[in-house]
């Protein structure tokens, strides 16, 4: 495992997950949240995205945080381990509610009510979304997919990991 993308419906947990795996692999962790985003809740061109997104393919090791369909081909050519986190809608507002009005490593801004846009997207990711993951994931029977259906196959996966790395739990 040495690179590594982890997708999954908006709240699943990829940024959180993404900092565990970070921290048991010492692998390189860029969220692609904070390259698009701007501070002002602008975001930044397709060719600026498309060039830093290179930069960090183009490295040895890492862990990108993010779906951004338009990217997502080039990032499983090129990775060699997927996490999918592919939890029910209602676990996915849950997260997306908890962090409300929390600072967030992985976001430029902090969240503090529902955007209408944005609740939708959550709503229909599993319906409009997944469909389009499962049939991009097949394309690529070469990666190792690693599919979690719950938090709790997640944690437990961390925490063979952990076991097997030698490293405590924060």
Known sequence: ??????????????????????????LPLFYLDMIFHRPD???CPAEEFDEKLSQILEQDQWIIDGNYARTLAARLA???????????EDVCLQGVESRFGKPRCDMPWIEDEWDEEFLEFVKSFRSEYRPELQK????????KVIIFESREMAENFLER??????????
């Open 41 to 43: 809740k602008t975001t």
């Open 136 to 143: 991009l994931l097949g394309e690529y029977p070469e990666k």
């Open 161 to 170: 990991e952990r076991a097997l790395s030698g490293e405590k739990e924060v």
């Open 1 to 26: 495992m040495k690179k590594v993308i982890v997708i999954g419906s908006p709240g699943a947990g990829k940024s959180t997950f993404c900092r565990s795996l970070q921290s048991i692999t010492g």
């Open 78 to 88: 090129q990775c060699d381990t997927v996490f999918w986190l592919d939890y029910p």
